[in-house]
T-cell receptor, first 113, second 113 residues
Framework: GNSVTQMEGPVTLSEEAFLTINCTYTATGYPSLFWYVQYPGEGLQLLLKATKADDKGSNKGFEATYRKETTSFHLEKGSVQVSDSAVYFC????????????FGAGTTVTVRA | DGGITQSPKYLFRKEGQNVTLSCEQN?????MYWYRQDPGQGLRLIYY???????QKGDIAEGYSVSREKKESFPLTVTSAQKNPTAFYLCASSIKGAEDTQYFGPGTRLTVL
């Protein structure tokens, strides 16, 4: 079945540091890949997505590239801010009839001023 | 404003009582989903519905029930058969033709005392 593995947290960074959160997946076929962000006490927000190999999703300074050869979708940001403190979830959709999302366990990121 | 609303934000119930969580969307989305989030874990799918008057079990449907009588509404009932109901519950929806991109509500935190 489909599964997502993302790096364990928590991750603590200083402001303006470089952030990388690793995500690898197992899936049959050609899944769509997503990063969601959850701010404290809130629901999830879609951060970015990629639907085919070599696609790069980007939003709010975050980027992730769909790497089929390494089955990865690592999230990166060059210079984080305190407001980026949140839980980040990697997810995939197998694009079968039910379009179910499979989520990683989430990575808690804390950015200190 | 278009969006997904969940109410209440916090809910407390005594053990053995059924409780219903509300989810309403005015996005005109066809599909709706219920997820459960536990600390340190990713989201797990409880039930989903792709069309009015139809719904399917997700990965952890035992102890839960749903209805989909209207396109805008997808209430979730946590029954007394659910052995560990304390969790954060998230509702999501998606548009027909882009079912793999889901939009989430703010969540309801249920605590069973």
């Amino acid at each position: 079945g489909n599964s997502v593995t993302q790096m364990e947290g928590p991750v603590t960074l200083s402001e303006e540091a470089f952030l990388t959160i690793n995500c690898t997946y197992t899936a049959t076929g050609y899944p769509s890949l997503f990063w969601y962000v959850q701010y404290p006490g809130e629901g999830l927000q879609l951060l970015l997505k990629a639907t085919k190999a070599d696609d790069k999703g980007s939003n709010k300074g975050f980027e992730a590239t769909y790497r089929k050869e390494t089955t990865s979708f690592h999230l990166e940001k060059g210079s984080v801010q305190v407001s980026d403190s949140a839980v980040y979830f990697c997810a995939l959709s197998g694009r079968t009839n039910d379009y179910k999302l499979s989520f990683g366990a989430g990575t808690t990121v804390t950015v200190r001023a | 404003d278009g969006g997904i609303t969940q109410s209440p934000k916090y809910l407390f119930r005594k053990e053995g009582q059924n409780v219903t969580l509300s989810c309403e969307q005015n996005l005109n989305h066809d599909a709706m989903y219920w997820y459960r989030q536990d600390p340190g874990q990713g989201l797990r799918l409880i039930y989903y519905s792709q069309i009015v008057n139809d719904f399917q079990k997700g990965d952890i449907a035992e102890g839960y029930s749903v209805s989909r009588e209207k396109k805008e509404s997808f209430p979730l009932t946590v029954t007394s058969a659910q052995k560990n109901p304390t969790a954060f519950y998230l509702c999501a929806s998606s548009i027909k033709g882009a079912e793999d991109t889901q939009y989430f509500g703010p969540g309801t935190r249920l605590t069973v005392l």
